[in-house]
């Protein structure tokens, strides 16, 4: 509700007649308020994965777990610890490389977060634009740690992009809560087109701890 200045009244005092104001807010104290607050520094910083110019756009993605950071890009994936140490670094193929996932050309649009509920990673990226064969690519680590990878370290999945083979999935995200993951596709392109269709949700899945099988969610 906008401000509305109240009316004046008037408080009979004997014979006097006192107005008083009421402008309905707390007054400033003495000398304005505290000063604002300055974001607080970095503690540790170090550099991450660099763009190696083979790609455009790199398509920067990255999470903080408990133990590591992991920074993809379009074309790399890079494993740290906490404190700015390189544990491993890969190219994006290899690590969406998985019998579950099968061949493609090209993988990109790579989105990774930490599940603090469950202490597991969490990706997914896109194979194949403009392509009958695109996919959405979905993994989620077996463990706490992301640097075992492959089938031994993650559950990866692959699901075609369109049954019918007429759109290819662009600019995957992700989203979680303790029991679910839901990945949306944020724009669809018709093959041999530059015709992007409304955004669409992709599919919800539930999760099995400790394994963390992946399930299509039922109605």
Known sequence: MSFQELPSRDVLTNENVTILWDYSQVPSSPGGGPPAQNSPGTTTDFQGLTDDNTAYPPDTHG?????????????????????????????LPQFWSSTNIGSYSVVFDPRIVYDPFNHRWIACAVVDDDSSNSGILIGISRTSSPTNTGDAGWNFRRVKADSSSQRYADFPTLGFNKDWIVRARMGDRSISSDHRQTARLGQCLRRQPPTCNLQPATA
């Open 63 to 91: 999470a903080v777990g408990t133990n590591y950071v992991v920074t993809m890009l379009n074309t790399q994936v890079r494993i740290q610890t906490r404190s700015g140490t390189t544990v491993q670094t890969l190219t």
